[in-house]
């Protein structure tokens, strides 16, 4: 089975609510739709310079696609990912950059976005003593019983300075 021409490639995970909503909407508004869950690609999710190859036997030429809308994540630092999941992932980064017209949030323009994270993981390994930290996308927090930092991991820079208590400057996002 081929998919039809003009498809808008949704990549991300199931659990995302934008993609969710941005998936009905487009159905309802009859785009032809294909969702790729990142954590399937190199596993159940393959493709080549030319296709991708989708479960239930389904190809999508690279040629057909439309656009892609990229909400793919890093993948978590330390976490058990297989070697071709691993490869998959750096050759998905080189597709989308180079292969597709139209890419929101293309990987070459989001790459220092989970960088916070990955440091911390790694200077864990020099034994520097770092806050528990979550990373999460899409949750309510409530009471989470001690004292939080928030640190955006957005296309949207954030700037980070100290102020003196007498200073009367403020910043503004």
Not at 7 to 13: D, T
Not at 110 to 117: C, R, T, V
Not at 118 to 128: A, D, P, T
Not at 138 to 150: L, P
């Amino acid at each position: 089975m081929i998919t039809a021409s003009g498809s808008i490639i949704l990549l991300g995970r199931s659990c995302d609510r934008v993609l969710q909503y941005l998936c009905a909407y487009l159905v309802d508004q009859k785009v032809g739709v294909v969702f790729i869950d990142q954590d399937q690609i190199g596993v159940g999710i393959k493709f080549d310079s030319s296709y991708w190859y989708l479960p239930g036997a389904v190809k999508l030429a690279h040629s057909d696609v439309a656009a892609v809308f990229n909400r793919s994540a890093s993948f978590i630092p330390g976490a058990d990912y297989s070697k071709e999941q691993r490869h998959a992932n750096c050759r998905l980064w080189g597709l989308l950059d180079y292969e597709y017209d139209v890419v929101l949030n293309r990987p070459a323009s989001m790459m220092s976005n989970g960088s916070k994270p990955y440091q911390s993981y790694l200077v864990r390994n020099f034994g520097l003593k770092l806050p528990r930290y979550s990373c999460f996308a899409n949750i309510e927090i409530d009471d989470v019983g001690e004292d939080v930092i928030f640190k955006s991991i957005s296309s949207t820079r954030s700037i980070v300075k100290q102020f003196a208590t007498n200073s009367k400057r403020h910043v503004t996002e």
